[in-house]
């Protein structure tokens, strides 16, 4: 397992595994939940200025560099994921929306929220792909990803498109919402607490993901 950090906060981390596939379809049976309004703000960021402590850099494996109002995500590696945060502050219960354009030339890229990061580099992710895929998962060092939640939706577009992510971490409990829909939710407590961050994974293609996020916030659940 390879590492590398840019300072403040980005992580740079090779996966042995790839996200696997999945049969699993969303229910239709019911209107899906939809994200409940924003109350106590915790940060926005509209990425317009670089001073606002994104943690940056360019090597060999991935980029993550301010450009043009947004921070663009280039992973040049397989089965590469790159992840960055605005700061190290330890947050307990809260909510992430973020835009998100996806413009990988792969369908298997993911991108999404991170949350409940630990100083051990364990961590929530919860993200989609241009393939319809979405999963919530659990990421600790030296073991195998658990997949708390996965599937598909045909509510996910297809790369070149614009979405919005949104991702609920505290209380016990994991949601990921699309353009405030409810893609899933699972329960989880082996992290309360922790850093938050965005995240783009490569499949086998290389030089095929590429993100850019706008309009990042953060909010603490009522």
């Known amino acids: 397992m390879k590492k590398k950090t840019f300072l403040p906060f980005v992580i ?16 239709a049976s019911s209107p899906l939940p939809t994200l409940p309004p924003f109350q106590i703000s915790l940060l926005r960021d509209d990425f ?16 993550i560099e ?19 945060g605005p700061n190290l502050t330890d947050y307990t219960d809260v909510r992430v929306e973020v835009d998100a354009q996806n413009s990988s030339s792969s369908d298997g890229s993911m991108f999404g929220v991170i949350c409940h990061e630990q100083i051990s580099q364990d961590f929530y992710f919860l993200g989609v792909d241009a393939s ?10 030296g073991q195998d990803n658990v997949y708390l939640a996965e599937g598909t939706s045909a509510s996910i577009p297809g790369a ?13 409990t994991l949601a990921l919402y699309l353009n405030g829909e409810m893609l899933a939710s ?12 965005l995240f783009v ?3 086998e293609t290389p030089n095929s993901a590429e993100v850019a996020f706008d309009n990042f916030k953060l909010e603490k659940i009522p």
């Open 160 to 172: 070149g498109q614009s979405v919005t992510i949104g991702a609920d971490c505290g209380n016990g």
């Open 48 to 63: 317009s200025s670089p001073a606002s402590g994104w943690g940056t850099g360019t090597d060999e494996f991935s980029s």
């Open 186 to 197: 699972a329960q989880d407590s082996t992290f309360t607490s922790g850093y938050v961050g």
């Open 132 to 141: 319809g895929y979405y999963a919530i998962g659990k990421s600790i060092v």
């Open 201 to 203: 994974w490569s499949d």
């Open 66 to 84: 301010y450009s043009s109002g947004t921070l663009l995500f280039k992973v040049f590696d397989s089965y590469y994921i790159s992840w960055s």
């Open 12 to 27: 740079l981390l090779t996966l042995g595994i790839s996200l696997a596939c999945s049969t699993l379809t969303n229910p």
